[in-house]
């Protein structure tokens, strides 16, 4: 019998931290257990399924005249960052996503997969390091009683998305 992995399930499980230019880890790469603390938590804004962080490859057709196959080579790599979050106008303590990230606002997002939301950044934790540039925030209105409000966001991924590092110890002092 094939051995099967399981799944690992874990609810509230992505804690997701925005930093803004100017506020920046010193080095990406080493995200440090105070600099993960201080990003702004926007954790609870984003609506289900709706931190939509992908990439793309493109693919260079190789013809070759006597081959008789077309060979591909990999070409260049794009990524998208597309956010709903939660509008809550009026409401400034329960607004911190609409009024963080306006249009045009550079900054980088760190998020931490399977692990329960509500635990503190520590060492050892796996991210995901994303810089991007904010778009437009455009208001979708709730369309029945059993729905929510929520902005939609398309952003441009402004560098070179880092992924799968461990934030570490902040330094003795």
């Known amino acids: 019998m094939p051995n099967i992995p399981q799944a690992r399930l874990v609810k509230q499980s992505r804690k997701v931290g925005f930093f803004a230019n100017d506020s920046l880890p010193v080095d990406p ?19 289900n399924e709706s931190l939509n962080y992908d990439s793309e490859i493109e693919k260079v ?12 080579l990999v070409g260049t790599q794009s990524y998208t960052l597309m956010m709903n979050y939660l509008y809550n106008k009026g409401d400034a303590q329960n607004n911190v996503a ?6 045009r606002l550079r900054g980088a997002l760190i998020i931490r997969y399977q692990t329960f939301v509500d635990e503190e950044w ?11 540039e904010c778009g437009p925030q455009i208001k979708v209105p709730a369309t029945d009683p059993n729905t929510i ?15 799968n590092l461990k934030i570490v110890a ?4």
Request: charged fraction near 30%.
């Open 122 to 132: 520590k060492a050892d934790d796996n991210y995901d390091y994303i810089p991007f």
């Open 170 to 173: 902040d330094p003795a002092p």
């Open 29 to 47: 790469t080493k995200v440090t257990v105070s600099e993960a603390k201080a990003a702004t938590d926007l954790s609870y804004y984003f609506t």
């Open 98 to 103: 609409e009024d963080t990230l306006i249009q």
């Open 149 to 163: 409000d929520y902005i939609k966001q398309d952003n441009t991924v402004v560098g070179v998305p880092l992924e």
């Open 61 to 72: 057709d190789d013809m070759r005249i006597n081959l008789g196959v077309k060979l591909q």
